[in-house]
């Protein structure tokens, strides 16, 4: 049996619940989280429980390796150890998310057009991507302006109010320093258009 976070209260699982209504009828098997964390991983195995999941981390990162393999326990989760940035992923998927993990490209030295990119060009069928607002760090007219050029169709983009926000002080953004709070999130489902016309 597994061990699930609960996740009714998080604003990214009201999200993911809403946009993946569009998504019935699609037979999820095979999911990948980019930057994986327990809420993440477990809000992917309790909406498709029958799927199995590639959760990616960060090489060396336990703050999220740890509660992967210890408080979720399950055995339909593979914990992959891997750089986004620097590696290519040629396994396909029906369902690709990277929750709140746009923003942590510069932690690992990594600019946000990298990290943004080589998540979308995971061989996906769909995308979820959830992120916050008013991260400074991150683009979202860069994010829009590429799914029209590169073949990805936006099935639905939702702002969601953050009940609990969060202060995050003063984060490196090229050379200046800023802070911000995360009061809304950015909730998009996404069609690869490119894996629908092999």
């Known amino acids: 049996?597994?061990?699930?976070?609960?996740?009714?209260?998080?604003?990214?699982?009201?999200a993911f619940k809403k946009l993946i209504k569009k998504l019935k009828g699609e037979n999820i098997k095979k999911m990948i989280d980019?930057?994986?964390?327990?809420?993440?991983?477990?809000?992917?195995?309790?909406?498709?429980?029958?799927?199995?999941?590639?959760?990616i981390i960060y090489p060396g990162d336990n703050r999220k390796k740890n509660p992967l393999s210890s408080?979720?326990?399950?055995?339909?989760?593979?914990v992959i150890e891997l750089d986004l940035c620097a590696s290519c992923i040629r396994k396909k998927y029906d369902l690709c998310a990277a929750m709140l993990t746009l923003g942590e490209a510069q932690n690992f030295g990594y600019h946000f057009q990298l990290l943004f990119q080589r998540i979308m060009d995971i061989r996906a069928k769909y995308f979820v991507l959830i992120d916050i607002l008013e991260d400074p760090t991150i683009n979202?007219?860069?994010?829009?302006?590429?799914f029209k050029e590169k073949g990805f169709k936006v099935l639905a983009k939702k702002k969601c109010k953050n009940p609990y926000?969060?202060?995050?002080?003063?984060?490196?953004?090229?050379?200046?320093?800023?802070?911000?709070?995360?009061?809304h999130y950015?909730?998009?489902?996404?069609?690869?258009?490119?894996?629908?016309?092999v």
Do not use: C, W
Request: proline share 4%; aromatic share 14%.
């Open 165 to 183: 926000p969060e202060h995050y002080p003063k984060v490196k953004f090229d050379k200046y320093k800023l802070e911000f709070d995360s009061k």
């Open 34 to 55: 980019a930057g994986s964390g327990k809420n993440s991983a477990s809000i992917l195995l309790k909406y498709f429980p029958t799927a199995e999941l590639d959760a």
């Open 186 to 197: 950015v909730a998009y489902l996404i069609k690869n258009l490119n894996m629908f016309n």
């Open 1 to 14: 049996m597994e061990h699930l976070v609960n996740t009714s209260h998080l604003v990214q699982d009201k």
């Open 71 to 78: 408080t979720i326990g399950s055995d339909r989760i593979d």
């Open 140 to 146: 979202y007219k860069y994010m829009d302006a590429y």
